[in-house]
């Protein structure tokens, strides 16, 4: 069987970890908004990661770029919705993040 590139990469098995979190914790009611914006990002990150590493090349940097750009966002709304758990879904977005940065395609 077929398996792409990105499957074990442990930054996709972390994205893929935190945007399931963030579909399924409650958020506060005032930031209902935010939840939408936080999900939508989260996504990005995941699927961006996934294309690029499909991609390679300078079209598969760019995805990575964007992958990185939606964990800062990600990070973002939790920062200002700042409930219980977002504290170690930063620290993991922080480090996606970092890791999404590391990240080079052929």
């Known amino acids: 069987m077929h398996e792409f590139a990105f499957e074990n990469l442990d930054v996709y098995k972390l994205a893929v970890s935190v945007a399931r979190w963030m579909r399924s914790t409650s958020w506060p009611p005032d930031a209902h908004h935010l939840r939408g914006e936080a999900i939508r990002a989260a996504d990005s990150v995941v699927l961006n990661i996934a294309e690029g590493m499909c991609r390679g090349g300078k079209s598969g940097m760019n995805h990575f770029r964007i992958a990185k750009g ?29 890791m999404v940065t590391r990240l080079r395609v052929r």
Do not use: P
Request: with cysteine.
């Open 70 to 98: 939606s964990a800062g966002e990600a990070f973002a709304a939790l920062h200002v919705a700042d409930f219980a758990g977002c504290g170690e879904r930063c620290a993991e977005l922080r480090r996606i993040g970092a």
